[in-house]
Each structure stands twice: as structure tokens, then as C-alpha cells.
């Protein structure tokens, strides 16, 4: 492509209405929602890069994306441009030209997510869409112990989607850099940072993490999942709307 | 009603996707989806009086309304019943029993409204159902000094809806205790705590706000605009998204 900018695209989307990032046939994604409005702008066909994949229903703070456009456009107006055709569930918070090699994915350092859990009897109507209603008794003291637990090099074979077929066959080990809860008023939040996720492996962690905070794991339990080539799968999957990727680091 | 029992109900609700409280044939309304539940555990029709309307698309933290039912079911079993099949986008956040008699809207003090304004050119998809989107350059200090003009008893006839036939010949003459505006980051937030609002009113003070902040009124127009038979009418009307009933006064 002659004359092609690399631009890095910082995005925060309300993950409600669609089916991840990914592009799907005939479903709304983020991907291909910017794709689509990408194609307008260039007239040809973009290719949207993204840091990596969020589940249906998972939202984002700042997502990095970059595309590679030869329309002349300035970056503040792109953003404009977007920001006006975009549906307001999607925002590009930022539009910057990068170095012609920049891929968000395979030079991203780390990833940081959080994961809401409400811990109220009644959850507010305005948080329903973006915690995970959670009730019932636990151990918060417990629950951040195993938070800290993770951090270090594992293998993660045990917290992968089951369907995960992309990484079949392949190194199933990450390195979590922190790993913590916080509270925040009647919020829990857990944040944890890494080199790297697997699918459904925030979302795997935290129903893990519950599930020792409620009694049901025990520390043997904990670490057996964390043992190369172990038994038993870890979770449940908690659900996708209390997850939020936070930031990319490079 | 042999043995009807009075319930206050503390409720919370997203407007974003109702008609409205008020009952309306064939549209989603909140008066509407409580009376049908209440209908369900109550084996009868209940009526669900509340301490005002709030217009479609408006939110509340915590409108006061009152039931007369015969079911002697507790109150916390009664709130908790409703949590679970009312819709996740409104909560009951208290239901006691109260004298007889009481009435959420004759027997209310004051009620307390805020609008909130996002400043920043960018809208976070995460509060695009919350606010009111206005980055354009205003004056804040012009803005919360018009809102102190406000304090005190005006007639409110210019800033009443244009169709507020339920006002017809009754006085608006109404009574603002507080009208403040602060600024949470890049929100500004207006709030209100007046004797009653007429239809419209807080939408029409914050569009007549901004026009002021904007310099598109002066002192004379907003004086103008709170002198009984004023000709001009206040407004425009602020979109419904940015509005939250917060409390109401007993």
C-alpha cells in the first residue's frame, strides 16, 4: 500500500450489544462495526487490529487497535469522524500515527483487566450491566489471598476455554505480573495484569477465586489447577458482564 | 380493604428503556410493570401511586411510591419478591409499612432532581445513557450563577411543557429551596431541591441554564422568564437521559 499510515486506535465500547470483538457473519461485533465505518472513510476494505479478543458481553476501557489507512486524513478529524458515525456504545478515545510495524497484539507487553463483583443484596438498575451480582457470603480476605496467589509464571491449562482451539498445541503458560482485589463502596474489584490471557481465563479465575472465597477450594485445590497437565478445569466461567479489559501496555 | 396494609416503596429504575412512570396503554412505563407484579402476588388489581412523574427516558435513585395491599406477606419478603421478577433495570431498594393514609405525593415536602452534564469532547459509552453530552464552550461560573438566581418562589409558567394540561389554571408558582451546579471530573452535575416541578421544568431550567452559560440570554431574559405572564418561554427542553430523580422529602 502506497503512501499507508499506521494508526493506532485507543477504543472503550459498552460490550452489551455485541458479540465480542471478533468479526462474526451477520453478527454485531466491535470489529466489525469499525471495519464497516473504516471501509466508508478509506473506500477500500480495512483490516482492524486489535490487542486481542473479548468475549460477547465483556467491555472496554481502552482497547488498542491499529489499522493501516492511505486516505489523508488527519488523526484528530479520524477520531471525529468515527466518534460521529460510530454508535455511542463505541468511542475512539484516541487516534495517533504509529511506526509502520505496529501490531497492538504481538507488541503489547501486558494486558490489564478487571473483573466487578457487587456484593449488595440489590444491585442498582445503572450497575447491572457492567458487575457481576454476587450476593452471598464469602471471604474477602480470602478472596485476595488467592488473588496474590497467581502471580508468577503458571500454566494456565486448567483456566483456558475448553473450546479454545487457537491455542491448541501451544504453550499454555502466562506470567501474571499483579493480581489484587480492591473495594470500592459496595464493588469488589479485581484487577490483574499480565503478559498474556487465555480464553476465558479472567473470567475462569474469577469463579475460581469465589469459589475458594465461599470454602468450596481448598489451597490443594488451588494449586492442583495450577500444576502442569491438571485433571481438573478450573471455574465456573463467571459471567461476561462484570469483565472490563482495562489497558494495554508497551 | 379489610385489612389492607400500607407499603411505601423506595425505587430505583433506568428510564432509558420505559415510557415514562406513568401507566400508558401498549408502552413499557414503570407504574405499569410494578401494578402488573403487584397484581400477580396481590391476586388483585393494585394501584401504585407515586410522588410524580418522570418523562420517558429519566432515571430515579429513589422515587417514593405506596401500594394498599391485603397479602400479608412481610415487607423484606414483599421487596425481595419484587427484585426477582421485576426487570434487573428496576430495583426496590426499601418497602416498609406506613400509616394508612400516606400518600408519596400529597404528603412529599420537596423532591430533589439532578441533571448531569459531560463536558469532555468524548462521551464514555459507559454513561451515554446518563447524561447529557454538551462539550461546547459554556461559562460554569455564569451557569451556577444562574442556577442561584433560581433559589426562592417564582412563577414557573414560562417553564412548564408547552401540553402541561394538568396544570391548566392552577397556579406554578413554585417554591426552589437549593439549585446548585458542581463539577464531579469532567461532569457537571445540576442539582435541584424544590416544593414541586411542573412538567418539564428541571429539563427547561437546564436548557435556559446553558443558554444563559452560552451567552445566548441575559440577566433581563431570565428575569423575564420568572415574571408571571412571561411571553417567551423558557427552554430549549434539556434531552430526558441526563435526568435523575434523587430523592424525595417527607
Excluded at 465500547?13 to 471495519?35: A, C, F, R
Excluded at 455511542?88 to 473483573?115: C, M, N, Q, W
Excluded at 449488595?120 to 450497575?127: G, I, S, T, Y
Amino acid at each position: 500500500m502506497t503512501g499507508a499510515r499506521r494508526i493506532k486506535l485507543i477504543v472503550a465500547y459498552d460490550g452489551t450489544h455485541y458479540n465480542g470483538w471478533q468479526v462474526q457473519p451477520d453478527l454485531p461485533t466491535i470489529q466489525g462495526t469499525l471495519e464497516a465505518l473504516l471501509e466508508q472513510i478509506e473506500g477500500a476494505r480495512v483490516h482492524v487490529a486489535g490487542s486481542g479478543r473479548t468475549d460477547a458481553g465483556v467491555h472496554a476501557l481502552a482497547q488498542v487497535a491499529a489499522v493501516s489507512i492511505c486516505n489523508p486524513i488527519p488523526c484528530p478529524n479520524l477520531k471525529k469522524a468515527l466518534n460521529r458515525l460510530l454508535p455511542r456504545d463505541i468511542r475512539i478515545l484516541a487516534a495517533d500515527e504509529v511506526a509502520p510495524g505496529f501490531h497492538p497484539r504481538y507488541d503489547a507487553r501486558s494486558k490489564t483487566y478487571e473483573y466487578r463483583i457487587w456484593r449488595a443484596e440489590v444491585c442498582p438498575p445503572f450497575e447491572r450491566l457492567y458487575v457481576h451480582h454476587h450476593p452471598y457470603p464469602l471471604s474477602e480476605e480470602k478472596l485476595a489471598a488467592a488473588a496474590r496467589r497467581l502471580v508468577g509464571e503458571h500454566d494456565f491449562s486448567a483456566f483456558a476455554a475448553a473450546d479454545d482451539r487457537d491455542q491448541l498445541g501451544r504453550s499454555k503458560v502466562r506470567c501474571i505480573h499483579s493480581s489484587d482485589v480492591h473495594r470500592r463502596g459496595d464493588m469488589l474489584a479485581y484487577r490483574v495484569r499480565g503478559s498474556g490471557f487465555l480464553k476465558h481465563m479472567v473470567r475462569n479465575i474469577v469463579g475460581t477465586l469465589i469459589e475458594y472465597a465461599k470454602g468450596n477450594l481448598d489451597d490443594a485445590g488451588i494449586n492442583s489447577l495450577l500444576r502442569p497437565g491438571a485433571s481438573r478445569r478450573a471455574g465456573p466461567t463467571a459471567p461476561p458482564q462484570g469483565l472490563f479489559l482495562i489497558g494495554v501496555e508497551y
